[in-house]
Protein backbone atom coordinates (compact mmCIF):
# COMPACT_ATOMS: atom_id res chain seq x y z
CA UNK A 1 0.00 0.00 0.00
CA UNK A 2 1.29 3.88 -1.38
CA UNK A 3 1.84 6.15 1.76
CA UNK A 4 2.87 9.21 1.47
CA UNK A 5 5.59 10.56 3.32
CA UNK A 6 8.14 13.36 3.94
CA UNK A 7 11.60 13.01 3.25
CA UNK A 8 12.78 12.56 6.96
CA UNK A 9 15.96 14.69 8.40
CA UNK A 10 17.92 13.71 11.04
CA UNK A 11 16.16 14.78 13.97
CA UNK A 12 17.93 17.84 16.18
CA UNK A 13 16.15 17.24 20.01
CA UNK A 14 14.39 20.47 21.29
CA UNK A 15 14.20 18.30 24.67
CA UNK A 16 15.16 15.62 26.57
CA UNK A 17 12.21 15.31 28.50
CA UNK A 18 9.58 16.73 25.69
CA UNK A 19 10.87 13.92 23.10
CA UNK A 20 11.50 11.18 25.70
CA UNK A 21 7.48 11.96 26.75
CA UNK A 22 5.23 9.65 25.09
CA UNK A 23 1.15 9.95 23.85
CA UNK A 24 -0.59 8.68 27.19
CA UNK A 25 -4.07 8.99 28.74
CA UNK A 26 -3.68 11.35 31.53
CA UNK A 27 -5.13 11.05 34.63
CA UNK A 28 -5.06 13.15 37.51
CA UNK A 29 -3.84 11.27 41.48
CA UNK A 30 -5.64 13.20 43.77
CA UNK A 31 -9.32 14.03 44.22
CA UNK A 32 -10.58 16.99 42.80
CA UNK A 33 -10.88 20.84 44.55
CA UNK A 34 -14.33 21.11 45.33
CA UNK A 35 -14.20 24.90 45.75
CA UNK A 36 -17.71 25.19 47.07
CA UNK A 37 -20.13 22.54 49.67
CA UNK A 38 -23.01 20.80 48.34
CA UNK A 39 -25.16 23.36 49.77
CA UNK A 40 -24.25 25.90 47.35
CA UNK A 41 -23.82 23.85 44.43
CA UNK A 42 -27.13 22.76 44.90
CA UNK A 43 -28.45 26.61 45.19
CA UNK A 44 -26.73 26.91 41.90
CA UNK A 45 -28.56 24.27 40.46
CA UNK A 46 -31.97 25.44 41.72
CA UNK A 47 -30.94 28.81 40.67
CA UNK A 48 -30.44 27.41 37.15
CA UNK A 49 -33.81 25.74 36.81
CA UNK A 50 -35.57 28.63 38.02
CA UNK A 51 -33.27 30.77 35.33
CA UNK A 52 -34.98 28.12 32.60
CA UNK A 53 -38.51 27.80 33.74
CA UNK A 54 -39.16 31.37 34.34
CA UNK A 55 -37.09 33.47 31.92
CA UNK A 56 -36.68 30.43 29.43
CA UNK A 57 -34.37 30.43 26.81
CA UNK A 58 -34.35 31.55 23.18
CA UNK A 59 -33.40 29.21 20.29
CA UNK A 60 -33.44 30.73 17.23
CA UNK A 61 -34.15 27.77 14.74
CA UNK A 62 -37.42 26.31 13.55
CA UNK A 63 -36.19 22.82 13.77
CA UNK A 64 -35.00 23.53 17.75
CA UNK A 65 -38.51 25.22 18.13
CA UNK A 66 -40.30 21.93 17.09
CA UNK A 67 -37.72 19.53 18.89
CA UNK A 68 -38.88 21.35 22.32
CA UNK A 69 -42.06 21.85 21.24
CA UNK A 70 -42.42 17.60 20.81
CA UNK A 71 -40.84 17.25 23.95
CA UNK A 72 -43.37 19.15 26.10
CA UNK A 73 -41.84 22.13 26.65
CA UNK A 74 -43.41 25.60 26.16
CA UNK A 75 -42.66 27.34 23.32
CA UNK A 76 -43.28 30.80 21.60
CA UNK A 77 -42.41 30.65 18.07
CA UNK A 78 -42.56 34.09 17.64
CA UNK A 79 -40.22 34.78 20.03
CA UNK A 80 -38.16 31.81 19.75
CA UNK A 81 -38.20 31.51 22.94
CA UNK A 82 -38.68 28.38 25.05
CA UNK A 83 -39.73 27.60 28.71
CA UNK A 84 -38.14 24.27 30.17
CA UNK A 85 -39.40 22.29 33.14
CA UNK A 86 -36.52 20.77 35.49
CA UNK A 87 -38.18 17.53 35.16
CA UNK A 88 -38.05 17.65 31.06
CA UNK A 89 -34.32 19.51 31.45
CA UNK A 90 -32.57 16.92 33.68
CA UNK A 91 -34.54 13.73 31.83
CA UNK A 92 -32.96 15.08 28.72
CA UNK A 93 -29.35 15.43 30.54
CA UNK A 94 -29.43 12.38 31.94
CA UNK A 95 -29.37 10.29 28.37
CA UNK A 96 -25.68 12.40 27.64
CA UNK A 97 -22.82 10.12 28.34
CA UNK A 98 -20.75 10.38 31.14
CA UNK A 99 -17.72 9.52 29.09
CA UNK A 100 -16.42 8.83 25.69
CA UNK A 101 -13.94 7.92 23.32
CA UNK A 102 -12.37 10.52 21.02
CA UNK A 103 -11.11 8.44 17.56
CA UNK A 104 -8.09 9.60 16.26
CA UNK A 105 -7.15 8.76 12.61
CA UNK A 106 -4.44 6.40 14.14
CA UNK A 107 -6.32 4.45 17.00
CA UNK A 108 -3.01 4.34 19.06
CA UNK A 109 -4.26 7.81 20.15
CA UNK A 110 -7.78 7.35 20.85
CA UNK A 111 -8.69 9.78 23.72
CA UNK A 112 -11.01 8.85 26.60
CA UNK A 113 -13.25 12.09 27.35
CA UNK A 114 -14.45 11.95 30.87
CA UNK A 115 -13.94 10.52 34.05
CA UNK A 116 -10.58 11.56 35.54
CA UNK A 117 -9.66 11.83 32.28
CA UNK A 118 -7.68 15.26 31.20
CA UNK A 119 -6.82 15.98 27.67
CA UNK A 120 -4.87 19.03 26.06
CA UNK A 121 -5.59 20.78 22.94
CA UNK A 122 -3.60 23.73 21.56
CA UNK A 123 -5.28 27.17 20.84
CA UNK A 124 -8.35 27.76 18.66
CA UNK A 125 -10.10 30.33 16.41
CA UNK A 126 -7.64 33.42 17.20
CA UNK A 127 -7.94 36.11 14.15
CA UNK A 128 -4.54 37.23 14.29
CA UNK A 129 -1.06 35.29 14.55
CA UNK A 130 2.20 36.66 16.25
CA UNK A 131 6.00 35.46 16.32
CA UNK A 132 9.31 37.77 17.36
CA UNK A 133 9.72 37.84 13.45
CA UNK A 134 7.03 39.20 11.90
CA UNK A 135 4.97 40.48 14.45
CA UNK A 136 0.82 40.42 14.93
CA UNK A 137 -0.76 39.71 11.61
CA UNK A 138 -3.62 38.42 10.26
CA UNK A 139 -3.55 34.54 10.48
CA UNK A 140 -3.14 33.13 7.37
CA UNK A 141 -3.06 29.46 6.22
CA UNK A 142 0.51 28.86 6.38
CA UNK A 143 0.18 29.98 9.97
CA UNK A 144 -2.33 27.68 10.70
CA UNK A 145 -0.41 24.73 9.08
CA UNK A 146 2.47 25.75 10.59
CA UNK A 147 0.72 25.26 14.40
CA UNK A 148 -0.78 21.83 12.95
CA UNK A 149 2.88 20.80 12.62
CA UNK A 150 3.97 21.92 15.96
CA UNK A 151 0.92 20.35 17.71
CA UNK A 152 1.51 17.08 16.08
CA UNK A 153 5.42 17.31 17.08
CA UNK A 154 4.39 17.61 20.56
CA UNK A 155 3.30 14.30 22.63
CA UNK A 156 1.03 16.09 24.95
CA UNK A 157 -1.54 16.86 23.10
CA UNK A 158 -4.44 14.49 23.00
CA UNK A 159 -6.48 16.33 20.45
CA UNK A 160 -3.53 18.12 18.08
CA UNK A 161 -6.33 18.98 15.64
CA UNK A 162 -7.85 22.20 16.22
CA UNK A 163 -9.00 25.59 14.67
CA UNK A 164 -5.88 27.26 15.51
CA UNK A 165 -6.29 30.69 14.03
CA UNK A 166 -8.03 32.16 11.07
CA UNK A 167 -6.67 31.43 7.96
CA UNK A 168 -7.98 35.04 6.33
CA UNK A 169 -5.61 34.34 3.53
CA UNK A 170 -8.76 31.74 2.45
CA UNK A 171 -12.42 32.59 1.39
CA UNK A 172 -15.22 32.54 4.12
CA UNK A 173 -16.72 29.67 2.32
CA UNK A 174 -13.68 27.43 2.10
CA UNK A 175 -11.56 27.84 5.58
CA UNK A 176 -13.48 24.87 7.09
CA UNK A 177 -12.44 23.14 3.58
CA UNK A 178 -8.98 23.69 4.52
CA UNK A 179 -8.74 24.15 7.86
CA UNK A 180 -9.83 20.04 7.75
CA UNK A 181 -7.80 18.83 5.21
CA UNK A 182 -4.99 19.95 7.27
CA UNK A 183 -6.44 18.92 10.16
CA UNK A 184 -6.56 15.12 8.68
CA UNK A 185 -3.17 14.85 6.83
CA UNK A 186 -0.76 16.80 9.11
CA UNK A 187 -1.65 14.55 12.56
CA UNK A 188 -3.01 11.66 12.93
CA UNK A 189 -4.27 12.25 16.67
CA UNK A 190 -7.57 13.48 17.16
CA UNK A 191 -9.05 16.83 15.64
CA UNK A 192 -11.74 19.90 15.68
CA UNK A 193 -12.75 22.67 14.76
CA UNK A 194 -15.61 25.32 15.06
CA UNK A 195 -19.29 24.20 14.25
CA UNK A 196 -20.98 26.70 12.42
CA UNK A 197 -24.26 26.18 10.94
CA UNK A 198 -25.61 22.80 9.43
CA UNK A 199 -23.41 22.79 6.10
CA UNK A 200 -20.02 23.05 7.85
CA UNK A 201 -20.06 20.18 9.89
CA UNK A 202 -21.75 18.17 7.23
CA UNK A 203 -18.68 18.66 5.05
CA UNK A 204 -16.44 17.97 7.83
CA UNK A 205 -18.26 14.70 8.80
CA UNK A 206 -17.56 13.46 4.97
CA UNK A 207 -14.27 14.66 5.26
CA UNK A 208 -13.54 12.43 7.64
CA UNK A 209 -15.24 9.31 6.19
CA UNK A 210 -12.77 9.96 3.91
CA UNK A 211 -9.90 9.89 6.30
CA UNK A 212 -11.25 7.17 8.52
CA UNK A 213 -11.52 5.15 5.11
CA UNK A 214 -15.31 4.73 5.71
CA UNK A 215 -17.75 4.87 8.20
CA UNK A 216 -16.61 6.81 11.29
CA UNK A 217 -15.67 3.94 14.16
CA UNK A 218 -17.61 6.77 16.72
CA UNK A 219 -16.54 10.35 17.73
CA UNK A 220 -14.06 11.70 15.25
CA UNK A 221 -14.26 15.11 15.00
CA UNK A 222 -15.99 17.86 17.55
CA UNK A 223 -16.82 21.35 17.18
CA UNK A 224 -17.16 24.01 20.13
CA UNK A 225 -20.87 25.82 20.17
CA UNK A 226 -21.15 29.36 22.33
CA UNK A 227 -24.17 30.01 23.53
CA UNK A 228 -24.52 34.01 22.96
CA UNK A 229 -25.32 34.63 26.50
CA UNK A 230 -27.44 35.72 28.19
CA UNK A 231 -29.81 33.00 26.86
CA UNK A 232 -29.38 32.86 23.48
CA UNK A 233 -28.59 30.28 21.33
CA UNK A 234 -28.28 31.13 17.55
CA UNK A 235 -29.20 29.44 14.26
CA UNK A 236 -25.41 28.84 13.76
CA UNK A 237 -24.92 26.91 16.37
CA UNK A 238 -27.99 25.21 16.52
CA UNK A 239 -27.18 23.91 12.99
CA UNK A 240 -23.89 22.74 14.84
CA UNK A 241 -24.76 20.80 17.40
CA UNK A 242 -27.96 19.17 15.54
CA UNK A 243 -25.51 18.13 12.98
CA UNK A 244 -22.75 16.80 14.82
CA UNK A 245 -25.40 15.07 17.21
CA UNK A 246 -26.96 13.33 14.50
CA UNK A 247 -23.76 12.30 13.22
CA UNK A 248 -22.33 10.64 16.72
CA UNK A 249 -19.73 13.57 16.58
CA UNK A 250 -19.20 16.07 20.19
CA UNK A 251 -20.05 19.10 20.82
CA UNK A 252 -18.61 21.18 23.17
CA UNK A 253 -20.90 23.74 24.35
CA UNK A 254 -19.89 26.44 26.25
CA UNK A 255 -21.90 29.81 27.14
CA UNK A 256 -19.47 33.07 26.60
CA UNK A 257 -20.45 34.46 29.85
CA UNK A 258 -18.43 37.96 30.90
CA UNK A 259 -19.82 38.55 34.19
CA UNK A 260 -20.54 42.62 34.48
CA UNK A 261 -21.25 42.33 30.78
CA UNK A 262 -23.56 39.09 29.87
CA UNK A 263 -24.45 38.49 33.39
CA UNK A 264 -24.62 40.16 36.48
CA UNK A 265 -21.58 41.48 38.05
CA UNK A 266 -21.13 38.46 40.13
CA UNK A 267 -19.31 35.02 40.00
CA UNK A 268 -22.67 32.89 41.66
CA UNK A 269 -25.08 34.59 38.98
CA UNK A 270 -22.74 34.09 36.09
CA UNK A 271 -22.36 30.47 37.24
CA UNK A 272 -26.38 29.91 37.63
CA UNK A 273 -26.50 31.64 34.33
CA UNK A 274 -23.58 29.33 32.53
CA UNK A 275 -25.51 26.41 34.22
CA UNK A 276 -28.81 26.95 32.45
CA UNK A 277 -27.28 27.97 29.28
CA UNK A 278 -25.06 24.63 28.82
CA UNK A 279 -27.97 22.53 29.89
CA UNK A 280 -30.21 23.65 27.50
CA UNK A 281 -27.89 22.96 24.93
CA UNK A 282 -27.32 19.96 25.73
CA UNK A 283 -30.68 18.83 26.58
CA UNK A 284 -31.35 19.70 22.56
CA UNK A 285 -28.28 17.79 21.57
CA UNK A 286 -30.06 14.83 23.88
CA UNK A 287 -33.57 15.36 22.96
CA UNK A 288 -32.81 15.19 19.09
CA UNK A 289 -30.23 12.31 19.28
CA UNK A 290 -30.16 10.15 22.47
CA UNK A 291 -26.51 9.36 23.69
CA UNK A 292 -24.79 11.67 21.53
CA UNK A 293 -21.58 12.75 22.90
CA UNK A 294 -21.52 15.68 24.71
CA UNK A 295 -19.16 18.13 27.11
CA UNK A 296 -20.42 20.71 29.30
CA UNK A 297 -18.30 23.73 28.80
CA UNK A 298 -17.21 26.36 31.12
CA UNK A 299 -15.69 29.68 30.18
CA UNK A 300 -17.15 31.85 32.83
CA UNK A 301 -14.39 35.05 33.02
CA UNK A 302 -15.70 39.08 34.18
CA UNK A 303 -15.11 42.33 32.43
CA UNK A 304 -12.46 44.85 33.82
CA UNK A 305 -15.10 47.41 35.09
CA UNK A 306 -12.96 50.25 34.01
CA UNK A 307 -12.40 49.34 30.30
CA UNK A 308 -15.73 46.91 29.84
CA UNK A 309 -12.98 44.39 28.10
CA UNK A 310 -12.77 40.66 29.61
CA UNK A 311 -10.24 40.10 32.42
CA UNK A 312 -8.57 36.96 31.68
CA UNK A 313 -6.22 35.31 34.51
CA UNK A 314 -7.68 36.11 37.34
CA UNK A 315 -9.20 34.61 40.82
CA UNK A 316 -12.41 34.86 39.74
CA UNK A 317 -12.20 33.11 36.45
CA UNK A 318 -10.55 30.37 39.03
CA UNK A 319 -14.08 30.06 40.80
CA UNK A 320 -15.68 29.62 37.98
CA UNK A 321 -13.77 26.61 36.64
CA UNK A 322 -13.34 24.98 40.18
CA UNK A 323 -16.95 25.63 40.35
CA UNK A 324 -17.98 24.88 36.64
CA UNK A 325 -16.26 21.44 37.02
CA UNK A 326 -18.04 20.54 39.88
CA UNK A 327 -21.29 21.44 38.17
CA UNK A 328 -20.29 19.33 35.35
CA UNK A 329 -19.58 16.52 37.58
CA UNK A 330 -23.27 16.98 39.51
CA UNK A 331 -24.86 16.11 36.15
CA UNK A 332 -22.45 13.60 35.07
CA UNK A 333 -20.67 15.07 32.40
CA UNK A 334 -17.49 15.41 30.89
CA UNK A 335 -16.29 19.26 31.42
CA UNK A 336 -14.32 21.76 29.63
CA UNK A 337 -12.18 24.76 30.34
CA UNK A 338 -9.78 27.06 29.43
CA UNK A 339 -5.65 26.58 29.83
CA UNK A 340 -3.57 29.43 28.68
CA UNK A 341 -6.05 32.66 29.42
CA UNK A 342 -4.12 36.21 29.78
CA UNK A 343 -4.88 39.63 28.24
CA UNK A 344 -1.02 39.90 27.59
CA UNK A 345 -0.24 41.25 24.48
CA UNK A 346 3.24 39.65 24.82
CA UNK A 347 4.80 36.57 26.00
CA UNK A 348 5.95 38.29 29.40
CA UNK A 349 5.23 37.88 32.34
CA UNK A 350 1.90 39.19 33.27
CA UNK A 351 1.00 36.60 29.93
CA UNK A 352 2.82 33.21 32.12
CA UNK A 353 1.01 34.45 35.79
CA UNK A 354 -2.47 35.16 34.26
CA UNK A 355 -2.24 31.66 32.00
CA UNK A 356 -1.30 29.83 35.41
CA UNK A 357 -4.40 31.14 37.62
CA UNK A 358 -6.10 29.02 34.68
CA UNK A 359 -4.10 26.25 33.85
CA UNK A 360 -3.79 25.51 37.54
CA UNK A 361 -7.14 25.12 38.51
CA UNK A 362 -8.08 23.59 35.22
CA UNK A 363 -5.55 20.63 36.64
CA UNK A 364 -6.91 20.49 39.77
CA UNK A 365 -10.37 20.88 38.93
CA UNK A 366 -9.96 17.50 37.16
CA UNK A 367 -11.35 19.67 33.40
CA UNK A 368 -11.51 16.76 30.98
CA UNK A 369 -10.79 18.62 28.08
CA UNK A 370 -8.78 21.70 28.29
CA UNK A 371 -9.34 24.12 25.30
CA UNK A 372 -6.65 26.96 24.06
CA UNK A 373 -3.84 25.11 26.22
CA UNK A 374 -1.04 27.13 24.53
CA UNK A 375 -0.42 30.12 22.59
CA UNK A 376 -3.24 32.40 24.01
CA UNK A 377 -2.90 36.14 23.61
CA UNK A 378 -4.40 39.38 23.64
CA UNK A 379 -7.96 38.11 25.24
CA UNK A 380 -7.81 35.20 23.09
CA UNK A 381 -7.19 37.72 19.67
CA UNK A 382 -3.75 36.29 19.11
CA UNK A 383 -2.28 33.13 18.80
CA UNK A 384 1.50 33.19 19.50
CA UNK A 385 4.61 30.76 17.98
CA UNK A 386 6.31 31.85 21.16
CA UNK A 387 3.75 31.71 23.74
CA UNK A 388 2.96 28.34 22.42
CA UNK A 389 6.41 27.03 23.53
CA UNK A 390 6.07 28.40 26.67
CA UNK A 391 3.14 27.29 27.74
CA UNK A 392 4.35 23.59 26.27
CA UNK A 393 6.91 23.68 28.78
CA UNK A 394 3.79 24.04 31.63
CA UNK A 395 1.96 21.32 29.92
CA UNK A 396 5.23 19.33 30.15
CA UNK A 397 6.03 19.94 33.68
CA UNK A 398 2.27 19.42 34.51
CA UNK A 399 2.66 15.64 32.88
CA UNK A 400 5.76 15.02 34.75
CA UNK A 401 3.90 16.35 37.91
CA UNK A 402 1.11 14.22 37.74
CA UNK A 403 2.70 11.30 36.55
CA UNK A 404 6.16 10.36 37.68
CA UNK A 405 5.86 10.86 41.88
CA UNK A 406 6.33 6.88 43.22
CA UNK A 407 7.23 6.17 47.13
CA UNK A 408 9.07 2.58 46.86
CA UNK A 409 11.61 1.03 48.38
CA UNK A 410 13.85 2.02 45.09
CA UNK A 411 13.18 5.46 45.39
CA UNK A 412 14.01 5.95 48.94
CA UNK A 413 17.36 4.99 48.19
CA UNK A 414 18.38 3.69 52.12
CA UNK A 415 21.28 2.03 50.66
CA UNK A 416 22.65 5.21 49.26
CA UNK A 417 21.88 7.05 52.56
CA UNK A 418 23.67 4.59 54.85
CA UNK A 419 26.51 4.14 52.08
CA UNK A 420 27.34 8.43 52.59
CA UNK A 421 26.38 8.33 56.04
CA UNK A 422 26.56 12.27 57.53
CA UNK A 423 28.18 14.70 55.21
CA UNK A 424 29.55 13.84 51.96
CA UNK A 425 27.20 14.22 48.34
CA UNK A 426 25.27 11.91 46.02
CA UNK A 427 26.91 12.59 42.83
CA UNK A 428 29.32 9.57 42.03
CA UNK A 429 26.67 6.87 43.91
CA UNK A 430 25.06 3.93 41.94
CA UNK A 431 21.74 5.49 43.06
CA UNK A 432 22.48 8.55 41.57
CA UNK A 433 24.51 7.19 38.32
CA UNK A 434 21.40 5.26 37.57
CA UNK A 435 19.24 7.87 37.29
CA UNK A 436 20.53 11.28 36.75
CA UNK A 437 19.20 11.20 33.17
CA UNK A 438 15.76 10.66 33.80
CA UNK A 439 15.18 11.36 37.95
CA UNK A 440 14.22 14.58 37.24
CA UNK A 441 12.31 16.70 34.74
CA UNK A 442 14.73 18.36 32.64
CA UNK A 443 13.39 21.64 30.80
CA UNK A 444 12.25 22.19 26.89
CA UNK A 445 12.22 25.78 27.25
CA UNK A 446 13.79 27.22 30.87
CA UNK A 447 17.44 28.04 30.91
CA UNK A 448 19.37 26.44 34.05
CA UNK A 449 22.75 28.12 33.74
CA UNK A 450 24.45 30.58 35.68
CA UNK A 451 24.80 34.34 34.64
CA UNK A 452 27.95 34.07 32.39
CA UNK A 453 27.08 31.11 30.98
CA UNK A 454 24.19 32.34 29.77
CA UNK A 455 25.03 35.61 28.83
CA UNK A 456 28.15 33.85 26.68
CA UNK A 457 25.32 31.96 24.99
CA UNK A 458 23.67 34.70 23.78
CA UNK A 459 21.18 35.79 26.86
CA UNK A 460 18.34 35.20 25.30
CA UNK A 461 14.60 35.34 27.55
CA UNK A 462 12.37 32.83 27.77
CA UNK A 463 10.38 34.31 24.66
CA UNK A 464 13.66 34.55 22.40
CA UNK A 465 14.36 30.75 23.25
CA UNK A 466 10.82 29.76 22.22
CA UNK A 467 11.06 31.55 18.88
CA UNK A 468 14.29 29.34 18.12
CA UNK A 469 12.67 26.17 19.63
CA UNK A 470 9.11 26.23 17.14
CA UNK A 471 10.97 26.68 14.43
CA UNK A 472 13.50 24.19 15.17
CA UNK A 473 9.85 21.79 15.73
CA UNK A 474 8.98 23.44 12.25
CA UNK A 475 12.42 22.12 10.00
CA UNK A 476 11.89 18.66 11.80
CA UNK A 477 8.31 18.35 11.67
CA UNK A 478 7.65 14.94 10.21
CA UNK A 479 3.89 14.08 8.38
CA UNK A 480 2.39 10.88 9.96
CA UNK A 481 1.65 8.46 6.98
CA UNK A 482 -1.64 8.49 5.28
CA UNK A 483 -2.80 6.49 2.08
CA UNK A 484 -1.98 8.32 -1.55
CA UNK A 485 -5.51 7.49 -1.97
CA UNK A 486 -7.50 8.87 0.93
CA UNK A 487 -5.48 12.04 0.49
CA UNK A 488 -6.24 12.48 -3.42
CA UNK A 489 -9.97 11.67 -2.18
CA UNK A 490 -9.93 14.38 0.27
CA UNK A 491 -8.55 16.62 -2.27
CA UNK A 492 -11.10 15.90 -4.77
CA UNK A 493 -13.51 16.75 -2.32
CA UNK A 494 -12.10 19.87 -1.09
CA UNK A 495 -12.12 21.14 -4.35
CA UNK A 496 -15.60 19.85 -5.46
CA UNK A 497 -17.10 21.78 -2.37
CA UNK A 498 -15.26 24.61 -3.23
CA UNK A 499 -16.73 25.47 -6.60
CA UNK A 500 -20.23 24.04 -4.96
CA UNK A 501 -20.44 26.84 -2.23
CA UNK A 502 -19.30 29.78 -3.87
CA UNK A 503 -21.99 32.56 -3.20
CA UNK A 504 -23.38 30.12 -0.93
CA UNK A 505 -24.50 31.76 2.82
CA UNK A 506 -23.23 28.77 5.16
CA UNK A 507 -25.26 29.83 7.87
CA UNK A 508 -28.79 30.36 5.74
Request: net charge negative; with cysteine.
Amino acid sequence: MSTRTRERKARRKPSLSWTKMSFQQLTNPVAPVNWVSQEKLDKLHEASMWILENVGMAFMDPQALDIWEKAGAKVDHKEERVWIDRGLLMEAVAKAPSQFTWHARNPEFNTIIGGNHIAFNPNSGMPYASDLDRGRRPGTLEDFTNFAKLAHSLPFFQIAGAPFVEPQDVPVSQRHLEKMRVMLTHTDRAVRDVAHGYIIPEDEVAMAKIAFGGDLPGACIGGTINVTSPLRLDDRMIGGILAYARHGQVSTNTPFIMAGATSPATIASALAQQNAEALGAIALAQLDSPGAPVIYGGFTQNVDMRSGSPAFGGPEGAWGIFVGAQLARRYNLPFRASGSLTNSKVADAQAAYESQWTMWPAIMAHTNFIMHAVGWLEGGLVASFEKFIIDAECIAMFVHMLNNFVIDDDELGLDSIAEIGIGGHHFGTAHTMERFETAFYDPGLSDRQGFDPWQNAGGQDAAQRANGIYKQLLENYEAPPIDDAICEELDAFVERRKSELVGVDLYG
